[in-house]
């Protein structure tokens, strides 16, 4: 199973150590409000806002170096716009992963 990574913050800062710690920062904020959003509107089973919530996280995905799961996310979406939750499991999986992750930074 692919493992998140820093190394897409770590070449968009290059050697700049501040700018890391303020894109982590940024992370450590958002993934936690994006997940709860998105969990709340499963919750309330507005799969069509849910889905809008998933394109959100599809970018902490991609930065957290996530290339496989990304590509279910953009699935995911497209199903949840479609009332369809076949690869639900797989993408709250990958959320766990990711803010577990975040956490430890």
Sequence with gaps: MEQPNLDYILKLSGD??????????????????EIDAYFACMHLKKTKQAASCVHKLKHKIGILGLEESYYTAEKYEDELKKNKKNL??????????????????
């Design 16 to 33: 700049d150590e501040a700018i890391q710690l303020k894109l982590i920062s940024i992370l450590q904020y958002e993934l936690p409000l």
């Design 88 to 105: 639900q499991k797989k993408f709250e999986n990958t959320l766990t992963l990711m803010q577990n992750f975040v956490n430890e930074l």
